[in-house]
C-alpha cells in the first residue's frame, strides 16, 4: 500500500452541522491522505512542523484563519519547509478572509478540487515579533495583524459566544472595547511615520470578510499595507458599520495608507494585538514581510474556463 502524500489538519472537536457534514465528508477521501487531528488550541502548529520532517510535500488546513495562521506558524518552524511545501486551505472558519482574498471556494467539495487540481501561487509571508506571556516571540500571519480597537475586540471575544453567534460576538466584543479610552500608537517606518488610535497591516485587500479595507494591497508584491485611523470612538464605529454594509471600510474619515517593507508600532504597555482574528499578544511589535515565500494552492484559471 502505498504511503499518504497529503497530510490534512483538522479540528475533530469543531461543532455545528457545518463540522458534522466535514467529518462525515472526511470518510469518503481516498487512501492517500493522511488524517491529523488537533488536540487543542494552538496544537496545529506543532502538528504542520511534524507533518513536514514526515515527508508530506502537500500540507492542507482546514479551518478558519486562525487554523491556518498556525499551521503556516508550522512550515515556517521547518528548515526548507516554506520552498518545498504546498499548503492547501479547506475554508471552514466564521470569516475565512484568506481563502476569500485568493480566491479558494467556500464549498468544501470545491475547495477540496483546489487541493487535488490547482497550482501553487508563490505569496508574500509577513512576520511579527511582538510581546507574549513567554517573552518576545516571532511569529508568521497570514492576512493581517492589528493593534488597537480590534486586538481588544478579539482578545476580549467569548469563545462560547462565539460558537453560538458566531462574528456577532466580535460586535459585542467591539462595543465593549469602545467604552476604554483608546490608546495612543505610533508607527515608525524607514522614511516616515504616523499616529492614530488604531492601526492595521494587510497582506491582502480585505479584513473581516469580503471587506476592502486595504483597496491597493497585493499578496505577492513584497510590501506591507498599513492603514492608519486617527481617532477611535462611536461615531466613527457607526461609520465604518455602514461602510461594511456597502462592502468597503477604505472611506473613514481621516484615515491615511502608507506602503512598508518593515514598521515599527508602539504604544502603552499592554496594548492588545490580533493577527488573522486571534489575540496573539502586546505592542511593541516589528513587522516585515518575506516576498513570495508560501506556496498556496489555488485554483487553476485554464481548469475554471473550461468547466
Known amino acids: 500500500m502505498s504511503r499518504p502524500s497529503i497530510a490534512l489538519i483538522f479540528n475533530p472537536a469543531a461543532r455545528g452541522d457545518k463540522a ?3 467529518r462525515a465528508w472526511l470518510g469518503q477521501l481516498p487512501g492517500d491522505v ?30 478558519g484563519d486562525g487554523t ?29 478572509v484568506f481563502a476569500r482574498e485568493l480566491g479558494i471556494p467556500l464549498a468544501t467539495e470545491r475547495a477540496w478540487e483546489t487541493v487535488r487540481l490547482g497550482q501553487a501561487r508563490a505569496v508574500d509571508l509577513p512576520l511579527a515579533k511582538l510581546q507574549t506571556e513567554s517573552g518576545e516571540q516571532e511569529r508568521a500571519f497570514i492576512q493581517m495583524i492589528g493593534a488597537g480597537l480590534d486586538g481588544d475586540a478579539v482578545g476580549g471575544v467569548s469563545i462560547p459566544l462565539k460558537r453560538r453567534i458566531g462574528a456577532l460576538a466580535y460586535l459585542a466584543s467591539t462595543v465593549t472595547a469602545l467604552r476604554a479610552k483608546p490608546p495612543r500608537l505610533t508607527a515608525r517606518w524607514d ?38 485611523l486617527p481617532r477611535v470612538n462611536s461615531g466613527v464605529i457607526a461609520r465604518a458599520a455602514t461602510a461594511m454594509l456597502l462592502g ?25 494585538v490580533q493577527a488573522d482574528g ?12 518575506l516576498p513570495r515565500r508560501l506556496n498556496v494552492l489555488v485554483p487553476d484559471p485554464s481548469r475554471t474556463a473550461a468547466a
Open 278 to 289: 486571534d489575540f496573539v499578544g502586546t505592542l511593541p511589535m516589528h513587522l516585515q514581510v
Open 20 to 22: 458534522e457534514r466535514f
Open 191 to 228: 522614511g516616515g511615520s504616523a499616529e492614530g488610535e488604531w492601526m492595521c497591516v494587510g497582506n491582502g485587500t480585505m479584513y473581516g470578510g469580503p471587506f476592502t479595507l486595504f483597496p491597493d494591497a497585493k499578496v505577492n508584491d513584497g510590501m506591507l499595507d498599513l492603514c492608519v
Open 68 to 96: 491556518i495562521n498556525e499551521v503556516v506558524n508550522g512550515l515556517g518552524q521547518a528548515p526548507q519547509a516554506l520552498g518545498q511545501v504546498r499548503l492547501g486551505i479547506l475554508p471552514l472558519g466564521t470569516m475565512n
Open 248 to 272: 468597503r471600510l477604505d472611506h473613514w474619515p481621516g484615515v491615511t495608507y502608507h506602503r512598508v517593507r518593515e514598521v515599527t508600532i508602539e504604544g502603552p504597555t499592554g496594548t492588545r
Open 34 to 63: 493522511a488524517l491529523i487531528e488537533t488536540f487543542a488550541p494552538g496544537s496545529a502548529t506543532g502538528l504542520a512542523k511534524r507533518a513536514v520532517k514526515d515527508g508530506f510535500r502537500t500540507i492542507v488546513a482546514s479551518g
